[in-house]
C-alpha cells in the first residue's frame, strides 16, 4: 500500500507502541530521533475520546463506544487475548490501538470512516467515488470490518459504474476502481474500468516491478476473532493472462490518486500518464486484440441495406464519414464509441432513406451491445 507521503513510507508504527497515550500539550508533532512523526488529527482527535488510534503518522481521539457497536474490529479490542496491537492505558482507561500496516489502512479512509460516523460527511448514493471507494476499503474484513457499512458502500460503489454500454460513448470512470474492483470481486465495474482504460489511456508500467504478490487481496490474517465473509474466499474470475499478478496501490501514478473527488476529469486529462501493473496491461491489450478483430470488419465494410440507393450512400460516403474519421480517432478498438459517432451522422442529409435511417440505427446500437456482452467472453466472466 502507498502511503500518501513518502516520508511515511518507511515509518514502523510499532515504535510508537511505548508512547503515552496522549501527546506533550505544547506540541501539534512530536519528532523522535528523525524517524517518527505523529501528530494529532485536526478534526477527529476528541478531548474526550477513550480511544486512541494511530493510522501510519496520524493520531486520532474517538469514541470507543461509536465505533465498537458496528465494527468487528473496534469491538473485538475489549476480547481476552486480543492484544495484537491493542493497549489498555490502566491511568486513563483509554484504549490505545496502532493500527498494524499490514491492514493497510490508510489515514484519509480512517477520515472519510470518522466523516460518516460523526455526521460531518455521511455516505448516501450520491457519494463521490473518492468517498465511496475509502468507505469500501475502510469497512473491509481486512479493515475495520463494519460489515453493514461495507455492504452499503459495496452497492453504491456499484452504482458509479455504468452497466449499459451506451454509457460508455462519452464518459469513462475511474482507472483507479480497477484494484478495488478486483479486490472486492466486482465483475462489472472491473469490465467497465477495463473498456476505459483501454480506449482512454496509454499503458504506462515502466519502473514497476513484475507484481509478485497482490496485498490488496492477501491482506494478511484478521486478528479478530469473528471473520466475516461479505468478501468471499472463492478463486476470482479468471482471466488467462492475469494470473494471480494483479497491480496495487503503488503502481497507480501517484498524481491520479483518490485524493481529487473529481477523478474522472482527472483520468481522462490525456497528458496524465496513468500507470498500471504489466499485468492489467495484458489484460487490456488482448482486449485491444479481440475488440479489434471483432470490430475491424464492420468498420471498414460499407453498411449494406436493402435499398440500392442507399447501399450507394453508404459506399460514397463510407471513407469520409466512418473510416477516416476512426482511423483519425483511434476509433477501432472505442467501438462503443464509434458506433455511436455513426449513429450521430445525419444520414438522410446524405441521401439516406427514412427507414434505413432507422434500420441502422438500431443496428448499430444492437452492435454495441454486442460487443459489451462479447467483452465478458473475452475477459472471462459474466456480467450480462
Ligand atoms: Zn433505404
Excluded at 457497536?69 to 482507561?93: C, E, M, V, W
Excluded at 473527488?261 to 489484460?283: C, F, Y
Amino acid at each position: 500500500m502507498s502511503s500518501p507521503s513518502p516520508a511515511t513510507a518507511a515509518n514502523d508504527s510499532h515504535v510508537l507502541r511505548p508512547m503515552t497515550t496522549d501527546l506533550p500539550t505544547s506540541l501539534e508533532k512530536e519528532h523522535r530521533e528523525g524517524e517518527v512523526s505523529i501528530r494529532k488529527h485536526p478534526i477527529y482527535y476528541f478531548d474526550d475520546g477513550s480511544l486512541i488510534l494511530d493510522v501510519q503518522v496520524e493520531r486520532f481521539k474517538l469514541h470507543h463506544a461509536l465505533l465498537s457497536r458496528h465494527s468487528r474490529y473496534f469491538s473485538s479490542i475489549t476480547l481476552p487475548n486480543q492484544s495484537k496491537g491493542f493497549d489498555l492505558d490502566a491511568k486513563t482507561g483509554h484504549y490505545h490501538v496502532v493500527v498494524e500496516e499490514e491492514r493497510g489502512v490508510k489515514p484519509k479512509d480512517v477520515e472519510a470512516l470518522l466523516q460518516h460516523f460523526y455526521h460531518d460527511k455521511p455516505l448516501w448514493d450520491n457519494s463521490d467515488f473518492s468517498h465511496v471507494s475509502s468507505l469500501l476499503r475502510i469497512t473491509s474484513p481486512q479493515q475495520f470490518d463494519f460489515p453493514q457499512l461495507h455492504t452499503t458502500a459495496l452497492r453504491i460503489f456499484e452504482t458509479l459504474f455504468p452497466k449499459d454500454p451506451s454509457a460508455f460513448a462519452h464518459k469513462h470512470p475511474l482507472h483507479e476502481a480497477l484494484d478495488l474492483a478486483k479486490q472486492f470481486k466486482l465483475d462489472a465495474v472491473r469490465k467497465a474500468v477495463l473498456y476505459s482504460l483501454m480506449t482512454t489511456t496509454e499503458f504506462d508500467t515502466t519502473g514497476e516491478d513484475e507484481g509478485s504478490n497482490d496485498p490488496a487481496v492477501t491482506t494478511p490474517s484478521n486478528p479478530n476473532a469473528a471473520q466475516v465473509n461479505s468478501c468471499p474466499n472463492d478463486p476470482s474470475p479468471t482471466i488467462p493472462t492475469t494470473a494471480n499478478v494483479d497491480s496495487n496501490d503503488s503502481t497507480i501514478h501517484p498524481s491520479v490518486g483518490s485524493k481529487n473527488d473529481d477523478g474522472i476529469s482527472a483520468l481522462t486529462t490525456p497528458d496524465l500518464p496513468l500507470r498500471i501493473s504489466k499485468a492489467d496491461a495484458a489484460v487490456c491489450m488482448t482486449l485491444m486484440t479481440k475488440i479489434v478483430e471483432h470490430f475491424t470488419p464492420i468498420l471498414f465494410t460499407p453498411a449494406a441495406t436493402p435499398h440500392m440507393e442507399c447501399t450507394d450512400v453508404f459506399a460514397d460516403t463510407w471513407m469520409k464519414l466512418v473510416i477516416q474519421p476512426a482511423i483519425d480517432d483511434d476509433g477501432v478498438y472505442k467501438p462503443l464509441e464509434t458506433l455511436e459517432k455513426m449513429k450521430s451522422i445525419d444520414w438522410a442529409a446524405h441521401g439516406l432513406c427514412p427507414s434505413c435511417v432507422k434500420e441502422k440505427d438500431e443496428e448499430w446500437t444492437d452492435e454495441q451491445r454486442t460487443v459489451w456482452s462479447l467483452m465478458d467472453k473475452w475477459l472471462g466472466i459474466d456480467t450480462v
